[in-house]
């Protein structure tokens, strides 16, 4: 791959310069999902594309398509990117880089009068967080079609007004949402790069990650603990209905089947959070009457994430029996596991080995869009970019040293052969 030009990683740094400043919500950064954070990320990446005379399109579902041509057009296109949202308050890597590595390959390429065999084209997905809209990969999902005209009528978990109203206020045709863009059998192969959003390249002193897997998911995100509201020095405990006490029997409970699956070997991570009682009500001085949170499971493997939704729910109405008081779960969301692809995997472990990259294979426990374009049955890889302090805040700290070794990795998969596979 000696022959490649390389990624124009000047311009990765603008980009993450400008996203950043046009983004920055006085703590971290916010690019709210079909909003005007996300939005301003896309016409940066799309007015730079098209400086860079590379060319551009947008489906009806408001994805960016940033294409350099290669010599034979009608040949699988060879696709990589990732999400421009954030979470609310975010960091200003996760997503971006995937999309951001992308242009700097092409930018770099197209530059120095490099012209791939097949297409090569940086997908800028919507829609990726689920913070705002209760929907696994909103964005990749209607790129290819699999979603149904349901999904116009969520509401964003800010504004409350739905995904129909956000759309019309972006000029996007609600109508034309979710048709489909993109047909697997026109995909040679999709590579995301993106930040980790954990600990593990960092305590292993590696800068890249080549992913195995990304984990599946089930979430309850509106579950609710209703007890009675009582006088906190004047009712024993055999009286109370106290919904706080409910929801830490049934953590403690959940917490100790966790412990005991993972020591068998399973593939599995627990968290329940956004935990609130009612501030019209609550006082130091009153049993809880009414407690509000969320879980997120998350693993591997369909046949645990099953068994353990059936042991979550068990778990949560003996605990209401035992305390007398009311569990309900709420709607149900989540996404499945997908594997990476064994050949990409291996492809890209010899690429790393031969440019004398540290590399380390692991899997994803955060959901990624490549986990969409897995389960279409397209060969699919993931690189990973070590990352300072964890993602989900504004703290990420993803070195541009690294960044580099990552993106040069990206751009020998997308412009090797098919017989190196």
């Known amino acids: 791959m000696s022959h490649l030009p390389d990624p124009d990683i000047d311009l990765a740094i603008r980009l993450f310069e400008t996203l950043r400043t046009q983004s920055f919500d006085g703590l971290g950064v916010t690019r709210d999902t079909y909003g005007a954070g996300e939005q301003r990320a896309h016409d940066l990446m799309q007015n730079t594309a098209r400086q860079l005379g590379l060319e551009t399109r947008v489906d009806t579902s408001g994805n ?3 294409t350099l041509p ?3 057009r009608d040949r699988p296109v060879r696709l990589t990117g990732s999400h421009l949202d954030s979470v609310p308050a975010g960091g200003n890597f996760d997503g971006a880089a995937g999309v951001v590595a992308g242009l700097s390959v092409l930018a770099g390429w197209h530059t120095a009068g490099y012209r791939p065999q097949a297409d090569v084209t940086v997908m800028a997905i919507r829609a990726e967080e689920s ?8 964005g990749s999902k ?5 979603v149904d005209a349901s999904v116009l009528e969520l509401p964003r978990a800010d504004t409350r007004q739905t995904l129909r109203e956000h759309l019309s206020t972006l000029s996007i045709d609600p ?14 192969r999709f590579i995301e790069l993106h930040i980790e959003q954990g ?18 998911s089930f979430r309850y995100r509106d579950m609710r603990w209703i007890g009675e509201y009582a006088h906190s020095g004047a009712v024993n405990r055999r009286y109370r209905r106290d919904a706080v006490r409910a929801a830490a029997l049934w953590m403690t409970a959940l917490d100790k089947t966790w412990a005991d699956l993972e020591a068998d070997g399973e593939d599995l991570v627990v968290t329940v959070g956004q935990l609130s009682t009612n501030p019209a009500q609550h006082a130091f001085s009153k049993v809880a009457g009414e407690l509000d949170c969320c879980i997120d499971v998350r693993s591997i493997s ?3 994430l099953e068994r353990f939704d059936q042991l979550l729910r068990d778990h949560a109405l003996d605990t209401a029996r035992a305390t007398s008081t009311e569990v309900h779960f709420g709607p149900k969301t989540g996404s499945q596991p997908a ?3 064994t050949k990409l995997i291996a492809q890209l472990t010899a690429l790393a080995s031969a440019r004398a990259i540290p590399a380390l294979a692991m899997p994803s426990g955060a959901g990624h869009d490549a986990a969409v374009f897995a389960q279409q049955e397209i060969p699919t890889a993931m690189i990973f970019v070590r990352n300072q302090n964890g993602s989900h805040n504004p703290h990420e700290a993803m070195d541009i040293s690294d960044f580099a070794m990552a993106t040069q990795l990206l751009s020998d998969i997308l412009a090797a052969d098919h017989t190196a596979m």
Do not use: C, E
Request: no cysteine.
């Open 302 to 304: 369909v046949p645990l």
């Open 142 to 146: 209607a790129a290819f079609g699999l």
């Open 70 to 72: 290669g010599h034979y």
């Open 339 to 341: 594997l990476m692809d």
């Open 131 to 138: 913070t705002w809209f209760p929907y696994s990969y909103l």
């Open 64 to 66: 960016l398509y940033i």
């Open 199 to 216: 600990p593990t390249l960092v305590d292993a002193d590696i800068p890249v990650g080549i992913v195995t897997g990304i984990r599946g």
């Open 175 to 188: 109508a034309a949402f979710g048709r489909a863009a993109l047909n697997p059998t026109g995909i040679d």
